[in-house]
């Protein structure tokens, strides 16, 4: 399935919103400013997804899964590379907080992150759309990107009735910042990748047709 124009920009639209909300408690979690921004979005099939992220990082990766079920369900990724992980932490954290310190609070502080962003970005569908879901706790997960983008692994992402046909992706590539690192542009790279059924797909599509015909 593919998004004409119209409705990539639309669902840019969505997920700009989603980031806002996103940084917005990031900030307020940390007490900085942080800043998020969303320089590629592209619909893609499972395989073009796992090669994008294979392509910009090799190796261990860490991710926050979350799940999600209702008249739209899919599985919700956002993906850092796992040599950046203490990094992202630090950036959150401070840079006086001891690096033994960062590894204890790695997986909680990513599981916080990852809540926040994912919950951002699905909050603003329901926002926008007539369609309702629910969120399953959040899992912290470290693999390579085969195993993290697996369709096998996200079973809930299809019906009974399409079993098999998790082919499609939103992949989001996404930059990570404090205000501090605006001003010497540095970033940190993330990825928040959405797994979808061909059956949601067709239901997202439809729902982004019926906004766009409202405006």
Do not use: W
Request: with cysteine; glycine share 6%.
């Amino acid at each position: 399935m593919e998004l004409n124009e119209l409705e990539q920009d639309a669902l840019k639209e969505f997920f700009n919103m989603g980031l806002g909300m996103a940084a917005d408690s990031l900030s307020k979690m940390v007490k900085k400013e942080i800043l998020l921004s969303l320089p590629q979005l592209a619909v893609v099939s499972h395989r073009e997804a796992v090669d994008l992220v294979n392509h910009k990082d090799e190796g261990k990766l860490v991710a926050v899964r979350q799940t999600f079920l209702g008249e739209l369900c899919g599985t919700a990724l956002l993906i850092f590379p796992g040599g950046k992980s203490l990094e992202l932490v630090r950036t959150l954290l401070g840079d006086d907080v001891p690096l033994e310190t960062l590894t204890e609070l790695e997986q909680e502080t990513l599981l916080d992150v990852g809540n926040v962003i994912l919950n951002a970005f699905l909050t603003s569908f329901t926002q926008m759309m007539s369609i309702e879901f629910e969120f399953e706790a959040a899992e912290f997960l470290k693999a390579d990107c085969e195993a993290l983008l697996d369709i096998s692994s996200h079973r809930l992402t299809c019906s009974q009735n399409t079993t098999g046909n998790c082919e499609q992706a939103f992949f989001l590539m996404m930059d990570f910042k404090t205000a501090e690192d605006e001003l010497r542009h540095n970033s940190l790279r993330g990825y928040v990748v959405l797994l979808f059924s061909k059956e949601a797909m067709e239901t997202l599509k439809q729902e982004i047709g019926r906004i766009i015909a409202g405006l």
